[in-house]
């Protein structure tokens, strides 16, 4: 129900389950907020110790106790918005077509994530620069190392051009 794979709409699923619609939007929304509060929950990154140790050997001789995090955006296909102003937000030249697009990540032990989706119009460098990512990370970073009553926790960005 979260999808809308199965049903696109809730006059469908009013029809297949014979619940009027104030009462299916409420039990969507009762599940969204827990997807929502059980995502709260889980951490942004893996900590510097899991990194290393779930990652292969050959990557710690290279970046040794770094916290290593490659980033790059990723296109989200939108059908083509009926307003003008969407259409210029969200269309992208090096997509040719509208997209939203949004900062995904993975960790050299095997840890992946995403970030928040923004119009397609934004380049990349923008996005990057432009979305918190950094300062999000020096936060975590500074949360770890003073748990660990450690100095810093490095974090190395891998950022593909």
């Avoid at 937000?89 to 995403?114: D, P």
């Avoid at 990057?128 to 950094?134: C, E, K, V």
Wanted: charged share 25%; aromatic share 14%.
């Amino acid at each position: 129900m979260v999808w809308g794979r199965a049903i696109t709409n809730w006059t469908l699923a009013e029809e297949k389950y014979g619940v009027h619609r104030e009462r299916l939007t409420m039990a969507f929304d009762a599940k969204l907020q827990t997807i929502l509060r059980a995502r709260a929950l889980w951490p942004m990154f893996v900590t510097v110790e899991e990194d290393i140790k779930l990652r292969r050997d050959k990557y710690n001789s290279r970046y040794k106790d770094k916290q290593t995090v490659f980033w790059d955006t990723t296109n989200i296909n939108l059908p083509k918005p009926s307003d003008a102003d969407l259409q210029r937000l969200t269309w992208s030249h090096y997509y040719n077509g509208n997209v939203g697009k949004g900062g995904v990540f993975a960790q050299l032990c095997g840890w992946i994530g995403t970030f928040a989706l923004w119009t397609g119009a934004v380049s990349d460098t923008d996005y990057l620069g432009n979305a918190g990512i950094l300062e999000m990370q020096k936060q975590y970073a500074a949360k770890f190392a003073a748990e660990l009553k450690e100095k810093e926790n490095p974090f190395v960005n891998i950022v593909d051009k």
